[in-house]
Antibody, heavy 124, light 111 residues
Framework: EVQLVESGGGLVQPGGSLRLSCAAS????????MHWVRQAPGKGLEYVST????????YYANSVKGRFTISRDNSKNTLYLQMGSLKTEDMAVYYC?????????????????WGQGTLVTVSS | QSVLTQPPSVSGAPGQRVTISCTGS?????????VHWYQQVPGTAPKLLIY???NRPSGIPERFSGSKSGTSASLAITGLQAEDEADYYC???????????FGGGTKLTVL
């Protein structure tokens, strides 16, 4: 069974840092790009970041560029999101999702499956 | 303000047909990037509903269908059921942003 399990969420003060992890199983992790998507309380889905299958290419939403870093360890089947200079507006449930489709570089792939999410609370 | 525009809410009675629109622009749908749809029941993770404009993953009922034309896309649900009550999101890629984008989401209420 394909499974993604996020961890690392919690309470952090504004300006603080946090590292999220996403453990993958049931598929060949190193063959897929991976994404992070977040959802603030009561709000819609917001794209956060993407990393290519070998980690050589990364992409960020403007709202997190320069503060967040996406990475992966293909030997551990794990995706990471290092979050720094956290703001109250970063408070959200963070989901990891697998890039699925025939050609990542075409831009027409989709997100499937998704993990259950991990909650990040930014508050003093 | 989302790059892809969806109506905030739609509703329908059991058995009826509803559609959810998703309006893009020349830098996403107009550049021939595909649209995908996700269903999110409150309190749970999003689930893929339609991929590649009009394809259903295994396990998704035929009641769900998607289409795309020009800079607009739509999701249709026929034979509405109480279990369809959820939030629905469209998603694509935007070349001007060089990134992936979501619609603002549409809450479907089954009356």
């Amino acid at each position: 069974e394909v499974q993604l399990v996020e961890s690392g969420g919690g309470l952090v003060q504004p300006g603080g840092s946090l590292r999220l992890s996403c453990a993958a199983s049931g598929f060949t992790f190193r063959s897929h790009a991976m994404h992070w998507v977040r959802q603030a309380p009561g709000k819609g889905l917001e794209y956060v970041s993407t990393i290519s299958s070998n980690g050589g290419s990364t992409y960020y939403a403007n709202s997190v560029k320069g503060r967040f870093t996406i990475s992966r360890d293909n030997s551990k089947n794990t995706l990471y999101l290092q979050m720094g200079s956290l703001k109250t507006e970063d408070m959200a449930v963070y989901y990891c999702a697998r890039d699925t489709g025939s050609d990542f570089w075409s831009g027409s792939n989709w997100f499937d499956p998704w993990g259950q999410g991990t909650l990040v609370t930014v508050s003093s | 303000q989302s790059v892809l525009t969806q109506p905030p809410s739609v509703s329908g009675a059991p058995g009826q047909r509803v559609t959810i629109s998703c309006t893009g622009s020349s830098s996403n749908f107009g550049t021939a990037y595909d649209v995908h749809w996700y269903q999110q029941v409150p309190g749970t993770a999003p689930k893929l509903l339609i991929y590649g404009n009009n394809n259903r993953p295994s396990g998704i009922p035929e009641r769900f269908s998607g289409s795309k034309s020009g800079t607009s896309a739509s999701l249709a649900i026929t034979g509405l059921q109480a279990e369809d009550e959820a939030d629905y999101y469209c998603q694509s890629y935007d070349s001007s942003l060089s990134g992936w984008v979501f619609g603002g989401g549409t809450k479907l209420t089954v009356l």
